[in-house]
């Protein structure tokens, strides 16, 4: 009687009706967990799209065959053929979509907005100060220089990084590597910082240029012959410009 009520079960739970049911119920209590556990998740979570996402990590075929699995394993032990049982429940089998629903939400512009203001702006204000003065007076503020790094540091440049974590965090999860490492170095992209702020210290100095009163031929010619060193001339020179 118990083998006949076990196949039966497994009857019902394919049925549409009882299937959206209890689905629907299994997407609310999962979602429910996500949420209430947001706050230790590194980016916030939208609860628009949280249910969206575990109907991908898990959907309706999958819980089916779980509960039918679980079926199987305690009808043995109802039957007395067992003394205890397992419920397995086979999430190594939805990788593939955890990776791809993570990956998803890690790369949104969004997400790297947050990223950098919360975790990039924070460790780099460390070691920035408040204002930079640099050559004939043009001096930098801090924000500048973040804005300098986010260039450098740019939203493509973020997702390059979250496809190689990704990946490597879910070849460890996988078993097809055995340690794993998330390193973000960021020296690799001093190059393209410092072209950032060059390209803005250039911008400050051809302003100050151009705000130069145009010099004399006698100036012209005492700033020819002796041009300054590591500042702007007092004039700016006829039919010179900045970039000449």
Known sequence: RVQAGAQSLKQTIRKPEFT?????????????????????????LDSNTVPAMVRR???PEWVVA?????????T????????HFTVRID????M??????????????????????????????QNIPASITLVSGVSLTGDEVLA??????????????????TTQTFAYLRGTQSTFRITLTLSEREAAIISALSKLIDQKLEQQYNALPVATPQQAAAI???????????????GVSYAD
């Open 20 to 44: 959206n049911k209890v689905y629907d119920e299994v997407i609310v209590y999962v979602t429910s967990m996500v949420s209430s556990n947001s706050a230790s998740f590194p980016i916030p």
């Open 57 to 59: 990590v898990l959907p």
């Open 66 to 74: 779980q509960l039918d699995s679980t079926i199987t394993e305690v």
């Open 76 to 83: 043995p032990y109802f039957v007395q053929d067992k003394e």
């Open 91 to 94: 999430i190594v089998g939805r």
């Open 96 to 125: 593939d979509d955890v990776q791809a629903v993570l990956t998803e939400l890690l790369g949104k512009q969004e997400t790297y907005t947050y990223f950098f203001d919360h975790y990039l702006a924070t460790a780099l204000k």
């Open 148 to 165: 300098a790094a986010k260039q450098a540091l740019s939203y493509d440049w973020y997702q390059q990084q979250v496809a190689g974590i």
């Open 224 to 238: 020819i012959a002796n041009p300054p060193r590591n500042s702007l001339p007092s004039f700016r020179l006829p």
